[in-house]
């Protein structure tokens, strides 16, 4: 075998830094340069994989350009998750669940069954059920990506990598995008919703989307969080007074009373539920559909819409439009709007970005 492939990692024997030999001690110091010896290996090497826990010594033996993913696993499995036992075989209590895809580190090899460690899991998971050494690389190549997380309140996505670029959609701030490859002159290229585009990177926050395993307590504790946002919605809509025909003949008033009724709820890119996600045009759109009126899906079609109004003119109930948000105006200075992924639907400040139109459609 290829000294690289070796790496001078092949630690079988670490009792107070001797290899014992029939006949021989050696022991290696840290500091040391040395050379294995080549008598006897063959007996240190099946003590080894004798032993009760063993050392993968098959992801120890792997080039070097392995890099990080040497000791690394992921999930490989066609159901959704895999236990993680506290013992070697299957009548263990379980510790958690390692899902598909998941990464882990390798602690060692028991059997049929590997030692992992992952998030706040540790435990066992049977060794046909994960991908090691050079096939972790690969699936990592093919399989993780980087994912940009927003840094700034409203971040422009352009056509180019540039400022001079056109601006063709906006971002809020904590929302998350795949990252399509490398950046250019700072610029990453990220996916939004159906639009490719470049956005800063000084604006953004780039990491891998690496998933780890899900303790039994913390799949608890999400149950159980799920269960409780699932009654808070169901009884928000069962307070919810919602008229059939609007009231004071459809007047800006009655928009703005129905639109406040969903304050609070989430903010889901490309949503048009008021009460389970929608983002800022869907928002606008569902909330005049309850009074009948008919609106485009996005922000740039609204742009169009109706009158055009000055802003010493604006009423409540009015759309209120900028450079890739929409909001409804509210009177004193303010707008209901669904804002982004942190905030959900929340009233704001109606000059917090530059205007591009205003208008009526009542």
Known sequence: ????????????????????????????HAADDYVLPTAGIETVLEQCYQSSVQHPIELYLVPTEQGEYSNRAFANIEEEYVYVRSAPNTESD????????????????????????????????????????GAAKE???????????????VLNVRDGQSTDANIITQINYNEKYA?????????????VGNISGWSCGDYLEVADNLSYAE?????????????????????????????TTPAASGSGQ???????????????????????????????????????????????DMENVGTAISADAAMPGDIFLYDGH???????GTIVNA????????????LFSSLVTIRRVI
């Open 1 to 28: 075998m290829k000294q690289k492939y070796m790496k001078q990692k092949l630690v079988v024997a670490a009792l107070a830094g001797t290899i014992v030999i029939p006949g021989k001690a050696f022991t290696v």
């Open 94 to 133: 379980w510790t958690g669940k390692l899902y598909s895809g998941n990464i882990a580190t390798v602690l060692g090899v028991e059997g049929d069954y590997t030692q992992v460690t992952s998030g706040n899991v540790t435990g066992y998971v049977p060794t046909a059920d994960l991908l090691t050494g």
């Open 139 to 153: 699936y990592a190549v093919n399989q993780v990506k980087e994912t940009a997380t927003v840094t700034a309140t």
């Open 179 to 191: 990252v399509l490859g490398e950046p250019i002159n700072g610029w990453y290229p990220i996916q």
């Open 215 to 243: 303790s039994k307590e913390e799949e608890a504790a999400r149950i159980a969080k799920e269960e409780a946002d699932k009654n808070a919605v169901e009884e928000t809509a069962a307070v919810q007074t919602v008229q």
């Open 254 to 300: 009655a928009i703005i009373d129905y639109a406040c009724q969903f304050v609070g709820n989430p903010y889901v890119w490309g949503g048009t539920s008021l009460t389970d996600g929608c983002d800022c045009s869907g928002f606008v759109q569902s909330v005049y559909a309850h009074f009948g009126v008919s609106l485009p899906r996005t922000t740039w």
């Open 326 to 332: 929409v909001g409804l105006y509210m009177g004193d």
């Open 339 to 350: 804002m982004n992924e942190t905030y959900g639907i929340v009233v704001s400040d109606a």
